[in-house]
């Protein structure tokens, strides 16, 4: 990779959020070695953060990454509040509840986000981007999946929320309904569309630039291959907005 490319692609928001789906520390901090702040943002889940708990989130922040705590919190509104606070309090960059736990529980995660007095991101799932339009059905969702999301979307901007986790197809929609401004982070990416591994609805991370995609999660594609930092950057290279 051209030096210059690099310092370019080094000094500008990485829209990449990368998934660590491991169940260790060890795995983990053998993949950063490779890899550093200025180049993507990191997401823990729920199996790495059940394995791990919050001494890892605390190292990853205070290493200067930026870390998206995807626990996808959806309970009654005062356990949510209280959990949204505390993920805050962590010193995370974003944190995310589900939006189909209604309006009232939405308000008090944002509530809980405002009272830890930081600069913590709240976003709300829409639809899982495993999800395919016959799950909605069983499930009883009767509307399509467009429309389903973008009702989930517009109730999480009513109640304050910065922004949802969508499918890069969603995203543009969601945008033009609702504001340029809240953002869309996006699972589901692919490098290419004939691996969808479990996921249903995937984009390439060029179509989801200019599908409006504001932070696109990546985990395999990149934490598999056999030079991660390498692809990386090609990733950041193709996609440099």
């Known amino acids: 990779m051209n030096p ?3 310092d370019t692609i ?3 928001d990485s829209p990449i959020i990368i998934a ?10 053998n993949l950063l ?3 550093s702040p200025d180049l993507c943002k990191l997401k823990i889940g729920k199996e790495l953060f059940t394995s791990t708990g919050t001494k890892l989130v605390e190292k990853l922040v205070v290493s200067g990454y930026k870390v998206f705590l995807d626990l996808k919190f959806h309970d009654i509104p005062n356990t949510t509040y209280k959990a949204c606070k505390a993920a805050a309090n962590l010193g995370v960059w974003m944190t995310n509840v589900h939006a189909s736990g209604g ?3 939405l308000e008090m995660a944002k509530q809980g986000i405002d009272e830890a007095g930081t600069d913590t991101i709240l976003i709300a799932v829409t639809t899982l981007t495993s999800m ?3 799950e909605l059905y069983q499930i009883g969702v009767k509307e399509n999946i467009t429309t389903h999301v973008t009702n989930l979307a517009k109730l999480s901007y009513n109640s304050g929320l910065d922004g949802v986790v969508c499918s890069a197809h969603e995203a543009k929609h969601i945008k033009t309904e609702i504001t340029q401004e809240f953002l869309t982070v996006c699972p589901g990416i ?3 569309l ?3 591994d479990d996921q249903t609805r995937i984009m390439t991370p060029e179509l989801a630039i200019s599908n409006q995609v504001d932070y696109m999660v990546i985990g395999r594609p990149i934490t598999k291959a056999p030079n991660p930092r390498q692809q990386l950057i090609e990733i950041l290279s193709r996609i440099k907005r």
């Open 20 to 29: 660590l789906d491991f169940d260790n520390e060890k795995e983990v901090l």
């Open 10 to 12: 080094s000094n500008y």
């Open 132 to 134: 395919s339009q016959e």
């Open 4 to 6: 210059l490319i690099l």
């Open 194 to 196: 004939d691996k969808t």
């Open 190 to 192: 692919r490098l290419t």
């Open 103 to 105: 309006q009232k529980m």
């Open 33 to 35: 070695s490779q890899l």
